[in-house]
């Protein structure tokens, strides 16, 4: 259905129409205070709690606001702080660049939020600004026509757009309780291990090493006990034709995996001995001191990309599982241990595999235990991806549902009658 046509019973309607904007109040640096009536900006609508606040009487009312208000963000960053927002927050005075939104009459608020999260898409396709910061002048913001629909179905619509936006909340909430229980596994395990019976072996089986309490039969050593050779990387230069083959770069590890999303590529004949098999571990040497020494294993059958010369494939002997190698470098406290290793360059640090290799590991000393800590932990790591996929859906579903509802390609209440 085209932009300019709407279902028999809608009206095509300006934004202006629909609601009342109020910019925010102009403060200065010299109207803030440490306490008082907390000033409402951009990065607080994002859940950032580092108010300013104002304490004084000058304010007009009409930029105070509470929680439930609709907001909009009218300059900010594409796909991140540029759009609409309930606010969530205390009662708090709006600042510059964030519009009070008040629907007129007959205007359903939660409707009215999605109706804006459609326009935004509108305004960051026409905004003044570069690629990233956006900004929408109100005198052309309220004339992005919008698709109206009756009360009753600005109602129907918003339930059914709100019930996806709480499974995604939802599903978050349940995400970050499994990254939390994921930590401590990993801290448990790779402190505890597991006993015979499959359970953290009891504290008083542990025993003081130069890492810190460990189980009796581990074996603790320097990591060249284990790791027995370190491989760097193609220097060739790289181009963005996929003539060739893929290859990795330190921005292509991400949270301890691979990610695959931007590549460049080599002339085959020069790269394909650098090509990651099943298992093989890269290691970050080069990046900034956040971001140095994070590693990632290559889990597939198939040989992947080749990788560049700023990460290092690692070797290992009989007695360490490369799996395990994996856990124990992303292991947050032998990230902080390992950076310890690390010389300044000019804009980045740099582990060099031979100062890799003094790092202390405590590995132990059957592989057997070495695979039970690696599938528990990778259980819980595989129900976190479970919960990943499932907002990958959610979202996509909200996306597909939102421009079928606010345009009236679907009628609201077939779609709601096939939910139930």
Not at 132 to 142: A, E, I, N, P, Q
Not at 176 to 183: D, S
Not at 334 to 349: C, D, E, Y
């Amino acid at each position: 259905m085209p932009e300019t046509m709407v279902p028999i019973g809608w009206s095509l309607k300006p934004l202006g129409a629909l609601c009342n904007l109020t910019n925010g109040f102009a403060f200065k640096p010299s109207d803030w205070n440490s306490d008082g009536v907390p000033i409402i900006r951009i990065q607080n609508l994002n859940g950032g709690q580092d108010f300013n606040f104002f304490k004084g009487t000058f304010v007009p009312e009409k930029y105070l606001v509470g929680s439930g208000s609709l907001l909009f963000s009218w300059s900010g960053n594409r796909g991140t702080s540029f759009g609409p927002y309930i606010w969530e927050g205390p009662d708090g005075y709006v600042n510059q660049h964030i519009f009070k939104v008040e629907p007129v009459i007959s205007t359903n608020v939660s409707w009215l939020y999605y109706a804006l999260d459609r326009v935004r898409i509108m305004a960051e396709r026409d905004a003044h600004g570069g690629s990233g910061l956006v900004h929408v002048k109100r005198s052309d913001f309220v004339k992005y026509l919008v698709a109206c629909p009756p009360p009753n179905q600005q109602e129907l619509i918003a339930d059914i757009l709100d019930a996806i936006d709480d499974a995604i909340v939802e599903t978050d909430a349940a995400t970050e309780k499994l990254r939390t229980i994921h930590v401590g596994i990993i801290d448990e395990l790779l402190t505890r291990g597991l006993a015979a019976d499959g359970s953290p072996r009891d504290l008083s089986k542990l025993t003081a090493t130069a890492v810190g309490p460990r189980p009796v039969p581990w074996g603790v050593a320097n990591l060249s006990r284990f790791v027995v050779g370190a491989e760097y990387g193609t220097n060739l230069s790289l181009g963005d034709s996929s003539a060739g083959i893929p290859v990795l770069r330190m921005n292509n590890i991400q949270d301890g995996e691979f990610d695959l999303a931007d590549l460049k590529y080599a002339p085959a004949h020069a790269v394909e001995r650098f090509r990651v098999q099943r298992n093989d571990v890269l290691f970050n040497r080069t990046n900034s001191w956040e971001h140095v020494g994070k590693a990632a294993i290559w889990r597939r059958d198939e040989p992947g990309p080749a990788f560049a010369s700023y990460l290092v494939r690692l070797h290992c002997g009989d007695d360490l599982l490369p799996e395990f190698l994996h856990l124990w470098l992303n292991w947050a406290p032998v990230q902080r241990a390992i950076r310890q290793f690390a010389t300044p360059g000019v804009q980045q640090v740099n582990i060099n595999p031979t100062n890799l290799r003094r790092a202390l590991i405590a590995v132990p000393d059957t592989l057997d235990e070495q695979r039970a800590i690696i599938e528990r932990v990778n259980g819980v790591a595989a129900a976190i991806e479970d919960h990943r996929r499932q907002r990958a859906k959610l979202a996509s579903l909200r996306e597909g549902l939102r421009d079928d509802l606010l345009t009236g390609r679907q009628p609201v209440v077939a779609i709601r009658e096939a939910a139930e």
